[in-house]
T-cell receptor, first 113, second 107 residues
Framework: NAGVTQTPKFQVLKTGQSMTLQCAQD?????MYWYRQDPGMGLRLIYY???????DKGEVPNGYNVSRLNKREFSLRLESAAPSQTSVYFC????????????FGPGTRLTVT | LAKTTQPISMDSYEGQEVNITCSHN???????ITWYQQFPSQGPRFIIQ???TKVTNEVASLFIPADRKSSTLSLPPVSLSDTAVYYC????????FGTGTRLQVFP
């Protein structure tokens, strides 16, 4: 039982490059989330998926797209990376249905130069 | 206008009880208030969740007044390993993490 897994763990991009961050959970959770955490700051919600087949914008969605591929997997795509997107990205999942008891992955540390 | 407010930092000594408050004036009426703990270079870890009044689990207690405009996380006598950043998570117009409180526990 791995919980929430994220790949890659580290990534360096040049401005304008694209990439997809992968997230998978094995807890049969309905809801999945993508957050970013800038150095010394709190977490901000980028996008979430309340259930398979649905996605919604969070607090800071600009510059990102997401795909809920199936119940297990939720990917985050940066189409044209910018230095302002340098951050640590966390994926999380929860059972949903009003509960925000979320389980977090280990994070992806992204640097955009 | 801050969406949530938490003290930036708190100091405590081992064996003391610690209370951390999060203010959230515009909270949605039908959602849980949740608290997390985060250690450096790790994702947040769930501590406790409640809707109103008082909730207690094996790790902490959570006090929520009737107007739900704030919540207080109460940690039992703390140890050095409780040194971490503590966040509230609430639903305002969106799901919002609090600003975080850095708790330092001294021997």
């Amino acid at each position: 039982n791995a919980g929430v897994t994220q790949t890659p763990k580290f990534q360096v991009l040049k401005t304008g490059q694209s990439m997809t961050l992968q997230c998978a959970q094995d807890m049969n959770h309905n809801s999945m989330y993508w957050y970013r955490q800038d150095p010394g700051m709190g977490l901000r919600l980028i996008y979430y998926s309340a259930s398979e087949g649905t996605t919604d914008k969070g607090e800071v969605p600009n510059g990102y797209n997401v795909s809920r591929l199936n119940k297990r997997e939720f990917s985050l795509r940066l189409e044209s990376a910018a230095p302002s997107q340098t951050s640590v990205y966390f994926c999380a999942s929860s059972a949903g249905q009003g509960s925000y008891e979320q389980y977090f992955g280990p994070g992806t540390r992204l640097t955009v130069t | 206008l801050a969406k949530t407010t938490q003290p930036i930092s708190m100091d405590s000594y081992e064996g003391q009880e610690v209370n951390i408050t999060c203010s959230h004036n515009n909270i949605a009426t039908n959602d849980y208030i949740t608290w997390y703990q985060q250690f450096p270079s790790q994702g947040p870890r769930f501590i406790i969740q409640g809707y109103k009044t008082k909730v207690t689990n094996e790790v902490a207690s959570l006090f929520i007044p009737a107007d739900r405009k704030s919540s207080t996380l109460s940690l039992p006598p703390v140890s050095l390993s409780d040194t971490a950043v503590y966040y509230c998570l609430v639903v305002l117009d969106k799901l919002i993490f609090g600003t975080g409180t850095r708790l330092q526990v001294f021997p």
